[in-house]
């Protein structure tokens, strides 16, 4: 299946997110402190001062795979001060006429539900929260642009049109994990 998003850097010539919210993909993705794309990220996250995200949802799977992550995230996040955990989502929160965050969680896990052929009772709800929490970030932080940084392309077309010709585009970004990667790279 092809990527069906343009690369960040010509779709969204503006600043990189100072605001990243991580799904779990893209963390186990990344690999431990020794591979060349973790060294490039924790470079960009401290040298453009980014915060981090990590949805209620993606520190439960994390907990899950602690046995298979290099990197115990939750851990860092409980001791720094540049990972935040987003424990509870506000379905209600919207900014300006934008949707909902909760309409936009149940819009964008059918969407993901139809892609990934799985009936959506049984589908996970935590790729569909990243937008969620993107929306309550937006409205509640002084971040202009928020990036859901993932490595699922079902998620990233799923994510983007349900935001496509709201409020949302273009401030909720959707970085595909080698995008943002290489875009940290160049900057």
């Known amino acids: 299946m092809g990527h069906t998003s343009e690369p960040m850097s010509d779709a969204h010539p503006s600043p990189f997110p100072t605001a990243l919210i991580c799904d779990t993909s893209f963390l186990r993705t990344i690999g431990g402190t020794e591979s ?17 995200y990590l949805s ?10 602690s046995g298979y992550m290099s990197i115990d995230w939750v851990d860092r996040a409980n001791t720094t001060e540049w990972i935040t955990v987003v424990e509870s989502l506000q379905p209600g929160v919207r900014v300006h006429d934008g949707p909902r965050a909760g309409e936009l969680m149940d819009c964008v896990h ?12 049984i589908l996970r709800k935590t790729d569909a929260e990243l937008p ?22 079902n998620a990233e077309r799923a994510i983007a049109g349900v935001i496509q010709n709201t ?5 909720i970004r959707i970085i595909n994990i080698w995008d943002a990667i290489e875009r940290m790279e160049s900057l």
């Open 36 to 52: 060349k794309s973790y060294q490039t990220f924790m470079q960009f996250i401290q040298t453009n001062e980014c915060e981090l």
């Open 56 to 65: 209620g949802r993606v520190v439960e799977e994390l907990t899950e795979q």
């Open 110 to 121: 059918d969407r993901l539900a139809r892609f990934e052929q799985t009936d959506p009772d």
């Open 132 to 153: 969620a929490v993107a929306v309550m970030l937006l409205g509640s932080t002084p971040h202009q642009f928020v990036g859901v940084i993932l490595d699922d392309r």
């Open 167 to 171: 409020y949302y585009e273009g401030r």
